[in-house]
Structure formats: C-alpha cells, structure tokens
C-alpha cells in the first residue's frame, strides 16, 4: 500500500485483487464506495472505522466492483479517442488486460512500467500528448518484437511438414503500427509485417496474424488451399478472427 497527498486529505492505495482502490479519511457516517467512470476506484470511510474494517468490506464488494468496471470500460472501449488523452485513470489494454493508466512527471528517461492493474507511465515534465502516444507506441512495438519470435519458431515446423517442405524461414520482421492490416507478407522476399497495436489485444490475435502471414510464405493468395493450411494448423482460427472484427478486447 501507498499513500499520497491530495489537497488536505491524505490517500491511502491498495489492490484488491486486480483493482487499484483509492481510499480517503473524511467526515462521513459509513463508508463510502464509488466506481468513477473514468475507472479509479474511490472509497471514503470515516475516521473512526479501523483499516481492517474498512479493507474487509472493499474486499467483500469485489464482483460488485467489477462489474461496473466492465461496464465503464466497454463503454470506454466503444468511444473513439477515449483512451488517448494520457491522463491519469484511464484504462489501456496490454495484451487484452485493462491497466488503470498512472502518469508521473519526473527527469529522467521515459518509460512505461507495469504493476499489477497499473501502467505506470513515466515522462518528463511538461511532455504533451503527442509525446506520450510516441512513448506508448515505441512501448508497443518492443513487446511485439519480443512476442512474435517465439510464434515464428512455433509455427515453422508444423507449417514445412503441412507443405512438405523443407522448414520455411521468415527472413525478417517489420513492425509497424497500422490502421487497416493487422499483418502483411512479402512471399518473394519472405518477409512479414506485424502491426505494433496488437500488443493491446490478447495474445492469441498476434498469434493468428504469425501464423496467417506465415503460410503466404506458402500459398501467396486467400485461396481454399490457403484455408486448409489454416483449419489444419490453427482450426480455431476462424473465431479469433470474428472477434478481431468485433473489435473484441
């Protein structure tokens, strides 16, 4: 737990499991639980209840709580640019889990941290929104460079015995943070390109994009051919599909 000074009131921050609660000291009969639409969760208790009391009770309201988490952050999934201002509270996704955005100003080297239920963002002050959306997006683009070569040897000797062929290498990687592909191959120069934004959604999209790009190495156009590598490597592929056209986290 920590504590923070916020005006004249003195916060107290816990987790309760995988939410970051707020709670403060005030002048009030019972305690106080709020879900802000921003996703921050507040509780105000009075002076007299002991902190034991006060946890029991968070901890006791938990499904409650995250319940209307989900609520407000769908609500916030579906709004466009909602999540884009870089302001303390927000929710971003880190391979499909929320993170309650926490941002820093200090000297030093940017960088972008993750404890459980926060993303700490660290910048220098004064450093404005376009700067920070670099800092995501160079954030991003590493977990992705980290992600996709394991999927890439993952995938390499199950796609060469389906072809029958020798094993199929992916001569390089470029990442990219894109607005209409997900993914692209270049077959004669055995090259794919994976779209950095995929380290917002859950692991099993990025995998479907390796191993969708991965088999162009093979069958360069979206022919049946094609679609029976697919069924027979990855038979669940069609279903991770729909829900990156959903827009599913």
């Known amino acids: 737990m920590a504590f923070t000074k916020i005006g004249d009131a003195l916060v107290e921050k816990i987790l309760v499991k995988d939410i970051p609660v707020e709670i403060s000291r005030r002048k009030v009969r019972s305690i106080r639980l709020t879900v802000h639409p921003d996703c921050r969760v507040t509780v105000s208790a009075p002076h007299s209840i002991p902190a034991g009391q006060v946890y029991s009770f968070i901890e006791s309201k938990y499904e409650w709580l995250k ?4 609520r407000y952050r769908e609500k916030e999934r579906k709004s466009p640019g909602a999540a884009n201002n870089f302001i303390s509270g927000e929710v971003h996704y880190v391979w499909g889990s929320p993170y309650t955005l926490e ?6 080297h940017p960088k972008i941290t993750l404890t459980p ?6 910048v220098r002050p004064g450093s404005t929104k376009a700067q ?17 070569p394991p999927l890439i040897n993952k995938w390499q000797k199950p796609l060469a015995a389906a ?4 094993a199929l290498g992916v001569q390089r990687i470029y990442l990219q943070k894109m607005k209409t592909h997900w993914g ?3 077959n004669k120069a055995r090259t794919i390109r994976l779209n950095t934004e995929l380290a917002a959604k859950p692991p099993e999209y990025l ?9 162009h190495l093979v069958v360069p156009s979206h022919n049946r051919v094609f679609y029976a590598y697919m069924d027979s490597l990855m ?15």
């Open 184 to 186: 692209s191959c270049n």
């Open 117 to 122: 239920g926060i993303m700490n963002m660290f």
């Open 67 to 70: 319940k209307h988490l989900v």
């Open 235 to 249: 038979p669940e592929w069609k279903d991770i599909r729909r829900k990156m056209n959903r827009g599913d986290e």
């Open 207 to 215: 995998d479907y994009v390796v191993l969708h790009e991965m088999v």
């Open 132 to 148: 920070k959306q670099a800092l995501l997006d160079k954030w991003r683009k590493e977990l992705v460079a980290q992600a996709a």
């Open 163 to 166: 072809a029958k062929k020798p």
């Open 103 to 108: 941002v820093t100003e200090r000297r030093g």
